[in-house]
């Protein structure tokens, strides 16, 4: 059903679920006298603090002969003990840095809207003791996808000896106002880590601890025509990351050397978009097969052996068969890219009018070629426009077994807040009506003809997704309409309502470990924030995530969201 009612009347009738859920939790004096006096903007807030003073009591590191300043990466709500990684019979107690870059954002943004300095204070102190006595020789820190601080020990464990973020984009801003110097020696070793040739700009997801610094931007370019044979997988998820440490690293020192390298890295993407659609690219490169792959039967899925999609796929569909094209998903390219892409636009402003023209005109192939406007469903498809609906694999291989059969999917919230986001920066018609269309699909009711005209949101949304906050809030901050506030807050008391249990954030209330990188609380502080009219008072999300990937005992090679995050009561 789909209404419009008073902004206060409708939080009136929310507010008693909502503060009898939290208890009594007072509200520090600074935001008591903040103006925010209506029951439910209270009641998110008094959760986040809740949240934060539960992970500041039960996370801290109390474990073997000496406490330091680290944080767990979340507990047990039941027992309150930490989260474990078992391998080979040992029981980790992971303390990943790059797993809670969420959670810093979240404690400067409640530092900054109560007045408390102490959750600030939390996450600054975590980074001074982490780059002080946990950091490689060479610059890098030991976080990541397969490396992490085990508390009981305080030793690094992990998988294997490389240093892997994709998609994480850390909190750099904090780390920078903690340690200058550190940060600008890693941003640096990142890049030098993770270039393989920088002629080609041949890069890997893996990068070598210990790599003497080589000759960094000084390196000669020399612009290869996309899809050469590599050593490297150039993945996209690796890759933004390094565009965005680039950026900063610009944005924080003057380096135009840094700058110019993260835009030729973006650029490398661009170029090897398909010519006709525009569509594409997870990577620009194909993997140097250095085996052949069997004739028959179950195929390899290591680099080893070339590229896995023509391996897998040549014989039916020829050349378009690429590891680079097939676009099984829009949320890689078209959502995380996109985003860190138009946030990096907006902070350079003039400098960044490459990334904004670039990424604008993928969203427009997005739309064009995967998303039904009609249905919210996207496609899969080759980077050329073939439709892969209801494809059926014929052979086992890096991308699933024979039988596999490949099905269009609804579009994310991470879809929408793109093209919300990509709207609010060019006022590009098309990028609005897919935000719209999304939207609607996603149960939000219509966000109307333009921003702010003919706006009839849905008010009784059941959406509790943080992610689809944000792409209201993106909208909101485009048209300062009453409904589009009204909309936000009900998704925020959503939020409250659906996720907040036993002081912490989870996905239901039948899980029982809770990640303390959550999106929920910082996406309720991004809210309150910009209630207030002060939106810079919280760090801005960009997408980033924390995630350990590795070998499990019973699990086999595994990630910590199926290992840890996924478990629930029995019964």
Known sequence: MTMRIPSFAFYLLAAPALLAALGTVALPAAAEQSGLRDPPDQARLKAVIRFADNVLEHGRDRYGEKPTPLLVDGVNVDTLE????????????????????????????????????RYKQAAVEEIAYHVEHLRSPCGLLYWGGHRFIDLGTKKVVGEQNSHELKFNLPF????????????????????????????????????????TMGALWESTFQAPEPFFEADGLTFLNCGTDLIYAGVLLHQFTGDQGALVWSKRLAEQYVKARHPRTGLGVYQYSKPRRRQQPPAAGPLPTGSNYGDRAENQFGAEFGEIAREGYLLRSPDSIYGNNAIVQLQLAELLGQEGAE????????????????????????????????????????????????????????????????????????????????????????GLGDLGTAPGRDVRVDLETENADPIALFGVLEVYRAADAPAYRDLARRI??????????????????????????ALEPLALLSLEALLRGDPQAVPRYNGGRGYIHGPHDGLGRTTDATAIWSRRRKG
């Open 355 to 442: 990334l904004l023209a670039w990424t604008r005109q993928g969203l427009h192939a997005c739309a064009r070629y995967m998303v039904n406007p009609d249905t919210n469903a996207v496609r899969p498809l080759w980077a050329d426009g073939t439709d892969l609906t209801d494809y059926v694999m014929k052979r086992d291989g890096y991308y699933g077994k024979a039988g596999t059969v490949f099905r269009t999917q609804q579009a994310s919230a991470l879809l929408f807040w793109s093209y919300a986001l990509g709207h609010r920066l060019t006022a590009d018609g098309l990028l609005w009506e897919t935000a719209r269309n999304i939207a609607r699909g996603d």
């Open 82 to 117: 930490p989260v474990r990684w078992v391998y080979k019979g040992q029981e980790w107690i992971p303390s990943n840095l790059a797993s809670h870059q969420n959670l810093f954002r979240t404690l400067v943004g409640l530092s900054n809207l109560t007045g408390e300095g």
């Open 172 to 211: 750099y801003e904090l780390m920078w106002e903690v340690n200058p110097a550190a940060t600008e020696k890693y941003l640096k070793a990142f890049w030098n880590a993770h270039v393989l040739d920088w002629g080609k700009l041949d890069m890997n997801r893996h990068g070598r601890y210990g790599k």
């Open 492 to 517: 925020g008391d959503n939020i409250v309502r659906e996720r907040f249990h036993k002081g912490f954030f989870l996905p239901g209330a039948s899980y029982v470990n809770a990640n303390f990188n």
